[in-house]
């Protein structure tokens, strides 16, 4: 079997699972071999015509935030653009379609999280409907697709997989206070990752500041490419209890702001599977998370959860999590073990199952 993947992320989701399968089949990344996003994305036709010549037969697709103007500016953020990029895309899948690849999606995302296309849920039931399968993480995506009318036939549930052992480990907490620049003596929430605005960090900021207490601290940590949401947050600077690190986490930087933190929060207004969730719980880091998209699918006994819906529910978690210092210890190490549950072996195993299937279809044809 040959296989192509695209895109491929920074993130070693991808190759957790493919360093395993690598054994038994040929696995190939799609990438943009010029610094021009779009001139890569234009490549990505001839790419498909040479690797289909080349005998490969299965696409596998994973996410497509390549689709999405270059610069993120009012000047080419706008519907105009979006429509382009939207027709790209729909001729993107087709082509692969007239080539006759077997078309498999991870469907990470439901729709988009952040705006991309002139109307997302009509271009993901495209996909969903001309996919020859479809994996997803959990029984709630299929439920979510189910409420937008996405068709969810073919469909396969393999879990995401956790972090434990990825990532260097081995700082302990007051050397990471030290380095960060937090008082030992602090209480202290974190949020990790990429910032964008579905992730609700400006409504983090306003909520820890409600917090009327004496010795906490916060740290927001994470790229954050959109100027105008990263300018909003850089007002926050000034409080002396906020530490605000706007630009690329190094792999082994991670450790330092989780095992600086006693809670990490994730205060997203939108989400289907995150990764970054996975990376906390890996790290035995109990969290704060609304009930929403797969982290519905978590145990309560790793952190404090919140109806998305409802008034203050992430400020009254904050609040739980100071009054339950006791606690936290004991839900870290339950938080660690849900994450290792999760082995690679396994959904490698599974994985390789979905492949297995589309190209036994391929060869009866």
Partial sequence: MKILVYPKDPNPYQELIYSRLRPKIEIKYLE?????????????????????IKGYTILH?????????????????????RALYSLLFIIFILFIKILRYRLIWTV?????????????????????????????????????????????????????????GIYINNICREDAREKVGVDKKNFVFCFLGRIESYK???????DFLSLNEENLGLIVAGECRNRD????????????????????????????????ADVIVYPFQTITTSGSV??????????????????RDLPGDIGFSYKPDGEMGLLNCMKKAISNKAKLREMGKN??????????????????????????????D
């Fill in 32 to 52: 943009n071999p010029t610094r021009s996003g779009t001139v890569g994305l234009l490549m990505l036709f001839l790419q498909l015509v040479y690797y289909r």
């Fill in 108 to 164: 990470h995302n439901v729709v988009p999280l952040v705006k991309q296309f002139i109307n997302s849920v009509g271009i993901m039931k495209i996909l969903s409907n001309l996919s020859n399968s479809k994996i997803v993480h959990s029984k709630t995506t299929l439920e979510n697709m189910k409420k937008l009318h996405i068709s969810t036939r073919f469909s396969y549930i393999i879990p995401h997989g956790s972090y434990s």
């Fill in 229 to 260: 949401l990263k300018r909003r947050i850089l007002d926050y600077k000034s409080y002396s209890n906020i530490i605000l690190h706007l630009e690329f986490i190094k792999d082994d930087d991670i450790q330092i702001y989780l095992n600086t």
């Fill in 200 to 206: 609700g960090v400006l409504e983090l900021l306003h």
């Fill in 61 to 81: 697709l994973h996410w497509f935030y390549t689709f999405y103007p270059p610069l993120r500016n009012w000047l080419l953020n706008n519907a105009l653009t």
């Fill in 335 to 364: 938080a660690l073990k849900y994450a290792e549950s999760f082995s690679w072996d396994k959904i490698a195993e599974k994985t390789y199952k979905v492949y297995k299937d589309n190209f036994s279809l391929i060869k009866k």
């Fill in 278 to 295: 996975i990376l906390a719980l890996s790290f035995g880091k109990p969290i704060i998370y609304p009930k929403m998209g797969n982290l």
